[in-house]
């Protein structure tokens, strides 16, 4: 992420991730490092494409999976 020197960074926002040790969630990378979470999710993918996974959007499913979940949702097994 490249920043601008010239402007005033106020706030960080949830949609952005660092990797950091588990114990201690110190971040191991610097400081300039910041991962929007579709890369996060891109990186995990690379290790489930392995096993032939991958985590996608849902509104990518086809519309027969898009309605067995609104189903499930509303209750409808």
Known sequence: MTFDKNRDYKTLYSTDYVLVEV???KPIEGYNIINHYTSVIDEYNLMLSKNM??????DRLTREEQN??????????
């Not at 996974?53 to 849902?58: A, Q, S, V």
């Not at 067995?68 to 097994?77: I, P, R, S, T, V």
């Open 23 to 25: 114990e201690s969630q």
């Open 53 to 58: 996974l991958e985590y996608i959007p849902m």
């Open 68 to 77: 067995k979940y609104l189903n499930a949702m509303k209750g409808n097994n």
